[in-house]
Nanobody
Framework: QVQLVESGGGLVQAGGSLRLSCAVS????????MGWFRQAPGKEREFVAA????????DYADSVKGRFAISRDNAKNTVYLQMNNLKPKDTAVYYC?????????????????WGQGTQVTVSS
């Protein structure tokens, strides 16, 4: 059974940084892309970033380009999301997710496995 466990959320002031981690078990981690999504109160879940299986390709939502960086360590079965210059509009529950296929995709409908989420709150 595939399991994803996020960590690293918290409260930070605007302009600050946080690093989220997501540990994955139950599948051959290095064979699959991974993604991060977020959901703010009253809003739909939205794509944040994704990374290919070998880490060579990444994709970002326009709203986070230049501020967030996704990476992975296949030896540790872990994917990361480094978030810099955080803004109040980044406040949300952040989820890591694993797609059913091996390819990189921003479409949440192509992700079958989700973590429990970690809260990120950015104060102004």
């Amino acid at each position: 059974q595939v399991q994803l466990v996020e960590s690293g959320g918290g409260l930070v002031q605007a302009g600050g940084s946080l690093r989220l981690s997501c540990a994955v078990s139950g599948r051959t981690f290095s064979s699959y892309a991974m993604g991060w999504f977020r959901q703010a109160p009253g809003k739909e879940r939205e794509f944040v970033a994704a990374i290919s299986a070998n880490g060579g390709s990444t994709d970002y939502a326009d709203s986070v380009k230049g501020r967030f960086a996704i990476s992975r360590d296949n030896a540790k079965n872990t994917v990361y999301l480094q978030m810099n210059n955080l803004k109040p509009k980044d406040t949300a529950v952040y989820y890591c997710a694993a797609p059913r296929g091996t390819w990189l995709t921003p479409d949440p409908d192509e992700y079958d496995y989700w973590g429990q989420g970690t809260q990120v709150t950015v104060s102004s």
